[in-house]
Each structure stands twice: as C-alpha cells, then as structure tokens.
C-alpha cells in the first residue's frame, strides 16, 4: 500500500476572510482545447439533457487524442466540476553560444475532479502545467544524458550517500514536488481570491518514450493494449478505504486531529453498547488482515474515521477522496479539520513505451470518477474493443472512443432516470475522458497543435550539482548526444 503524503498537512485553523467578498481568478469555463462556442457552452450546462462535448477541430488535437466530457445530473448547479487540461512545451538545455543545444520536447494531459465548488479544480488546470514545468527545467541536463542512471551528489569526504539514481526517479520527484507546490499556491491564493472546494488531480506526462501517471485521487488511467485484449492499471483509487494505513497511522501520531468524535480503529461492523467488554473484528494502521479486540465504552462513544466500502467510504463522515489539492477549510461534523489527513502527493507510475511496438489501436485511457463508477476497467475494455470494430481509423478515432467510454457511464434517460444499457443506475456525476494513442510516443506533435507553449528562454541551468558540471548535449535527428 502506497504511504506517500504520511505527515500533516500543516493548517492554520482559520477561514481566509470568512466575511470578505474575494474575487475570482480564473473564471468557470469549459477547457480552451474543445473550441467551442458560447451557445455550446450554454447547452452543456443543463443538467437534464447532459449533452456530450468533444473538440470542436480534432484534428489540432496532439496525436489526435481523444477527448469527450459531460455534466453531473445536478449535483453542481449549472456547473460541470470536472476540469482537463493539454500542455506541449520543451526544456532547452545546454549552450546555444556554442551551438550545443538540446530540445527536449514533452506532453501533459491532466484530469481534475473537483468537489464543493470549482474554484481548486480551475486553479489547477491553468497552473499545475507550470510548476510541473519549472521541476523539470531543474533536472533538464540530466534528462540531456545518453545514460539511464546519473551520478548521486556527493561530498569530497564521504563519497556518494545513495546507489546511483534512475532518470526516471528525477522526473517522478518533480512530478511529487509539482504537486505539493500546486497545493500550496491554492492554500496562500486562497487569501487574496476566493477558491472554492478542492479537487483529485491525475496527469499523464509523455517524455523521452516514457509515459508517467501521477495520481491524487480517484481519477484512474489504464492502459489498453494488444487489440485491447490486454489491461494494464496505471493508478490507484485513492479513497478513505484505499489510503486507510496512511490515515490511521498519521491519527496513531497525532492523535489531537481526531478530536473526541472520531476513533482510530475500524471495525467490522457497527457498534453498539452491548458490545462493551465483547470481541469484534478489527484492524489498525499496522494491519492488512483482520483480527479480535476487546470494545471498550470509549469504542462505542466515537465515530470510525473511515467509514463504508468502496465508493461510499468516506473519511470522518465527509469526503470520499484522500489525496488532490484545497479543501484547506473543509470541517467535518464536530468542527475537526480535515485538512491534516489528505495530501497532494501523488503516487507515480512509470511506463517505458520504447519497450514495445504499439500500434494505433494500443491506448491510454484517462478519466474522473464518474466513468469509474458504473464501468469496471473490464467494462470499459469491452466499450474500447466495440468501438474499435464499429470505427474507420480517421482523425476522429480515438475521439468517438473517448465518446462511447461517456455514454456508456452516462447512459440514457428515462421513466426511472439515468439507466445504462444494461438498465443499470447511471453514473450521475461529472464525466470526463481522455484517449491517448501510445503510438505516437517517438515523435513531437505537430507545430500549432492545441495546448501548445512557449519553450522557455532559459538554457543555462541555475542550479549548481556537487557532483560537477554536466556535460554539453547535441539534439540531432530526436537523439541526444553527449559532447
């Protein structure tokens, strides 16, 4: 079980300007790369029809991605709490003086769930790009290298401290250290604009043939390959359920955040007070099975922390995610901040595309909760495998894939509601796919492609390796060389 995120999350238990009418910072809107119109935009707002959107020109999309969303059933009045972004950029690393320069070009897909407001969601989306961009520019003369492993810094008196580290592990704590930076801006911004809820937060980095996941929530990435015969998870769910030996081991150390509502302990079942002095499952922070304890009338009296299964389990009675960014002033019933407990650090999964020779039907599939919900990544293997024998592989592929995985969640409307095909309840939440072909991984998208930016004018790098100065790299034909 993965314990990234185990420390506090460190709080100021005070609402930022309780009674002030802050401004917005970034407006609502539905992601720029759709292109859509304001009559659209209006149409998708209504919670009855929950129309499906798609980008308007596909073709501008990168590798011609898939891409298709749509609102909750009226959660979330007039308001879709979803967000996605696409970002395109390259990191310049070497002396361009000298004619010895190397690109670095890499993608970034990201999904954003908010919950309680859009305001975290919408900070996200048009930031996280950034700071994720600023990790990498660090370690960019690194990623220059031929080598799969670079050289620990070391002191002239001690030698190295650690085995070299892989590449890989410098990209994976960038992504960690974007994350937590990202949570941050939205905890001081949250002072001088008004940020409303929070969000899970997934991104799908593709560089250097490699693609990355980072995951802080419950949005999930599969990978869908060999016909789509073959699944290959590239996240966890992280829930109350999911995350509880994170959670109970940071209440075993700081008991305080509890308060006196809320117990440590999970149990099998509910308890009552005939359960005083009786044995009854149970498992703690150090435990993956179960075993017997002795109730006590403190037992009794508390509220379990994580409370229900699957995607009814909630944390202190409130949220049902763990991990993603805000929520710096949600409470739980009894007034205890529930801040402490969740974490942005997401945990990262590393996939080495070069390793196989995918073809167009081999894809990622990238999306919120609300698909996850109603399909199980067999169902959604099922939607992918019948779209790829009703479609023409023409620039709108992977677009209607991304389409059907939606309605397949959404399902259709009724005289009993939302209803799949398998006259099952529908997923009554926000919904939001993306379809990535894997591959494309060797070659940059097309110039003028949407989510395109700017390459930073930056090529000297301004942090100082004890380890000595990197070596100049050359950047012909895709291939980096060293000088």
């Not at 149409?43 to 929950?50: I, L, P, V, Y």
């Not at 002072?191 to 409303?196: A, G, V």
């Not at 769910?237 to 959670?247: G, K």
Request: hydrophobic residues 35%.
């Amino acid at each position: 079980m993965a314990m990234e995120g185990l420390e506090s999350i460190p709080h100021i238990t005070e609402r930022a300007h309780a009674n002030v009418k802050l401004p917005v910072k970034y407006e609502y809107a539905r992601p720029v790369f759709l292109e859509i119109t304001q009559k659209q935009a209006d149409s998708a707002k209504d919670h009855g029809q929950r129309i499906l959107l798609t980008p308007n020109d596909v073709s501008r999309m990168p590798w011609l991605a898939g891409y298709a969303e749509t609102i909750n059933s009226g959660k979330s009045l007039y308001s879709n709490e979803d967000q996605a972004s696409i970002h395109v950029s390259t990191l310049l690393s070497g002396e361009p003086e000298k004619d010895q320069q190397c690109t670095i070009w890499y993608m970034v897909f990201g999904i954003f769930d908010g919950h309680a407001g859009t305001g975290a969601a919408l900070t996200a989306a048009n930031t996280l790009h950034g700071h994720i961009k600023d990790k990498l520019c660090t370690i960019r003369h690194f990623l220059a290298r031929e080598q799969a492993e670079v050289i620990a810094e070391d002191d002239p008196g001690l030698g190295c401290i650690t085995e070299p580290i892989q590449t890989e592990s410098l990209v994976m704590g960038a992504l960690e250290e974007a994350f937590a930076e990202m949570d941050d801006q939205i905890r001081r911004e949250r002072e001088t604009y008004r940020i409303k809820g929070g969000c899970t937060a997934q991104v799908a980095l593709f560089m250097q043939s490699k693609l990355f996941v980072a995951n802080a929530g419950d949005c999930r990435a599969v990978l869908f390959t060999e016909n789509g015969s073959k699944i290959t998870p590239m996240s966890l769910d992280f829930t109350p359920e999911t995350d509880r030996r994170r959670l109970q081991t940071l209440a075993y150390l700081q008991p305080q955040l509890l308060g006196k509502h809320y117990g440590r302990i999970e149990y099998q079942r509910r308890l009552r007070k005939k359960d005083i002095s009786q044995r009854v499952l149970f498992r703690d922070r150090h435990m993956s099975g179960w075993a017997y304890r002795t109730v006590t009338e403190d037992d009794v009296n508390r509220v379990p922390m994580i409370i229900g299964h699957g995607k009814r389990a909630r944390l202190m009675a409130t949220i049902g995610t763990t991990r993603g960014f805000g929520d710096h002033d949600l409470e739980a019933p009894g007034g205890q901040w529930i801040k402490p407990f969740l974490t942005p650090v997401p945990e990262v999964r590393v996939h080495n595309l070069a390793h196989h020779d995918y073809k167009p039907d081999d894809i990622l599939v990238m999306a919120s909760d609300g698909l996850w919900e109603r399909l199980t990544n067999e169902e959604a293997q099922e939607c992918v495998q019948a779209a790829f024998e009703r479609y023409d592989r023409d620039e709108r592929f992977y677009t209607k894939v991304a389409h059907d995985l939606v309605l397949a969640a959404r399902g259709t409307y009724g005289r009993e509601g939302w209803r799949t095909v398998k006259e099952q309840l529908a997923s009554g939440d926000d919904i939001t796919v993306f379809v990535v072909p894997l591959n494309c991984h060797r070659a940059p998208p097309k110039s003028g492609c949407l989510g395109e930016t700017e390459t930073s004018n930056e090529t000297s790098d301004p942090i100082t390796y004890a380890s000595g100065p990197p070596e100049r790299a050359v950047y012909e034909n895709g291939i980096v060389r060293l000088e």
